[in-house]
């Protein structure tokens, strides 16, 4: 069986995060475990047709000196690039997003489309970390970045009592492929005077991440919400009815994707970047909900899941390297 010092599980920003402080500080026999196919969780963009676009975060804002000194080095190496805002610049990366996190995790051990079905919490002897198809992995020490509704069903019950409360929204995108220009201003991204339940509209051309016309929706979470138990169908076809209002004239839609976000952003965050739910301190929980005590902002985002992401691996690395 194998054995590590350290899972962690998901590979988004703040799994990213905790492994590369973890690594810098000489932990060095870790592994991300991710369910998906790719590392960067809601860093996520999507091909359609010959187009690109970021379906999930769109950009990034910097408040700590932390972030802000990375960001420096991901600027020089062109990871990320200044899309739009002055004095508060908003930082996209060239590629998509997705790409940025596949930057930031070339280094990192990960085993993908591995999905984690329970995290076993004997007193005695390592953690038992089990996948859905079987495989059982030993481990030290466990840090679950997964969405806390999701994190919760990994753990037994003593550790989900000790879980704080937090809840998400979910948010509905539709992404539409267009044959001719988009009404969309640039730099491609609007978020004011939109229409009821929608959150923002980007035009992923005019952002500079696609060759061809790619405009994608997102909706609220209410809305998301209220229409949960609809037809893709019926989503996408109410969501469509947005983007074609930001056609140019003689342009059409030529195809049409929806994205389901289950867990978007949180309505109810917890103000410490992580908490140790296992015994002895060895499951740690973090993730974007996970918020500094002096987080001016109070709400989930891209500086949120690298804050506490780099906070649990400076945890962990304290109790292991005393550094
Ligand atoms: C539509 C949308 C728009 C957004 N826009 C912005 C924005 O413009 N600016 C901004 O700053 N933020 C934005 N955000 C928020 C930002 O994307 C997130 O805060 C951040 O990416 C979260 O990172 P994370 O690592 O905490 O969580 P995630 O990215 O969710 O990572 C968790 C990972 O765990 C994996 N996982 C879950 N369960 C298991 C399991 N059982 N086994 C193995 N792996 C598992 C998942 O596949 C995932 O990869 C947006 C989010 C969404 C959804």
């Not at 590392?39 to 187009?51: C, D, K, N």
């Not at 908003?90 to 990192?108: D, E, F």
């Not at 481990?139 to 704080?164: F, G, K, M, W, Y």
Request: charged content about 25%.
């Amino acid at each position: 069986m194998e054995t590590k010092e350290v899972i962690i599980i998901g590979g988004g920003l703040s799994g990213i995060m905790a492994a590369r402080t973890l690594m810098k500080k000489g932990v060095e026999d870790i592994l991300i475990v991710e369910k998906s196919r790719s590392v960067g969780g809601r860093l996520a963009t999507r091909r359609i047709g010959e187009g690109k676009a970021d379906l999930g975060a769109q950009f990034f804002t910097v408040r700590s000196p932390e972030l802000q000194e990375d960001v420096g080095k991901w600027l020089e190496a062109g990871w990320v690039k200044r899309w739009f805002g002055n004095p508060y610049p908003r930082y996209t990366s060239p590629g998509g997003m997705n790409t940025l996190a596949k930057q930031l995790a070339v280094t990192i051990p990960v085993k993908l489309n591995a999905r984690v079905s329970s995290i076993r919490d004997g007193r005695d002897g390592p953690l038992e970390v089990e996948l859905e198809n079987g495989e059982r992995i030993l481990t030290n020490h466990c840090v679950v970045t997964a969405p806390a509704p999701q994190a919760i069903q990994l753990l037994t019950e003593t550790a989900q009592s000790r879980v704080p409360t937090i809840s998400f929204a979910p948010c509905f995108v539709g992404m539409f492929t267009f044959d001719g220009a988009s009404r969309i201003p640039s730099p491609g991204h609007v978020d004011e005077g939109l229409p009821d339940g929608v959150e923002r509209v980007v035009d992923h051309n005019k952002k500079g991440i696609s060759s061809t016309v790619t405009v994608s929706v997102y909706m609220k979470g209410d809305w998301s919400k209220r229409n949960e138990r609809l037809e893709d169908d019926a989503i996408l076809g109410e969501i469509q009815e947005v983007a074609e209002s930001y056609l140019e004239k003689g342009s059409a839609v030529t195809g049409a994707q929806l994205k389901r976000w289950k867990y978007a952003e949180a309505e109810v965050v917890v103000r410490t970047p992580f908490v140790d739910v296992g015994e002895e301190g060895r499951i740690i929980l973090c993730g974007d909900a996970f918020l500094r005590e002096n987080d001016e902002a109070g709400r989930t985002r891209f500086e949120s899941a690298y804050l506490s992401g780099v906070s649990a691996g400076d945890g962990l690395a304290e109790k292991l390297k005393g550094i």
